[in-house]
Nanobody, 122 residues
Framework: VQLQASGGGLVQAGGSLRLTCTAP????????MGWYRQAPGKQRELVAA????????NYVDFVKGRFSISRDNAQNTVFLQMDSLNVEDTGVYYC????????????????WGRGTLVTVSS
């Protein structure tokens, strides 16, 4: 499965970025999706998730109020709007399915694509 994440870049602390991820319709349709972050030297972690119909979102505590996930099912696309970025948000961001939005349970297997690098400078 080819998951294409884009929109990353270098931004100063306090700035914003909008990430985009597209996936094949067979993979995306009806799937709960999420954005994962892998910070330097750390394991990949789920930071935001959204249900297949887009009616429920969830976030880890350290991004609540700053990040917003959304999706366009007609375009097989999921977005992550990131505001008030801080240095700790630096990492490679990936999109993929999630196991459960309410419990923020992600997946660890499968194809991940190349991700998109976000670098926040102080």
């Amino acid at each position: 499965v080819q998951l294409q994440a884009s929109g990353g870049g270098l931004v100063q602390a306090g700035g914003s970025l909008r990430l985009t991820c597209t996936a094949p319709i067979s993979f995306f349709e009806h799937s709960d999706m999420g954005w994962y972050r892998q910070a330097p030297g750390k394991q990949r972690e789920l930071v935001a998730a959204i249900t297949g119909g887009g009616d429920q979102e969830n976030y880890v505590d350290f991004v609540k109020g700053r990040f917003s996930i959304s999706r366009d099912n007609a375009q097989n696309t999921v977005f992550l709007q990131m505001d008030s970025l801080n240095v700790e948000d630096t990492g490679v961001y990936y999109c993929n399915r999630v196991r459960n939005v309410a419990t923020m349970t992600g997946i660890t297997f499968g194809s991940w694509g190349r991700g998109t690098l976000v670098t926040v400078s102080s």
